[in-house]
């Protein structure tokens, strides 16, 4: 497999959407995996960064993925938290 840069991680409560990219953007998998699955998959995988939704779980899971070498980043729900609505 080529050398995945990017994972980008759907986080639920059983199954977890998974897609990976290299640097130039070019998709290399997108899989889908139970709870079992998800975190020996990512543990055979060379440290990369990983963007999930930050959420509950989200933290958890960061904290597992550093463990493993790879730089996590969690994106917040609202970019702009403050604003829910375009009325103001």
Avoid: N
Avoid at 24 to 37: A, I, M, N
Avoid at 44 to 71: K, N, Q
Wanted: charge should be positive; charged fraction near 25%; proline fraction near 3%.
């Amino acid at each position: 497999m080529e050398e995945v840069s990017i994972v980008g991680v759907d986080l639920a409560k059983q199954v977890f959407q998974v897609h990976g990219a290299a640097a130039d953007g070019r998709v290399l998998f997108r899989k889908k995996l139970s709870r079992s699955q998800f975190p020996r998959f990512m543990a055979g995988l060379r440290p990369c960064v990983i963007a999930m939704e930050a959420c509950g779980t989200a933290h958890y899971w960061g904290r597992e993925f550093a463990s493993m070498g790879h730089d996590v980043r969690l994106i917040p729900v609202y970019v702009k938290a403050f604003v829910k609505k375009a009325k103001e």
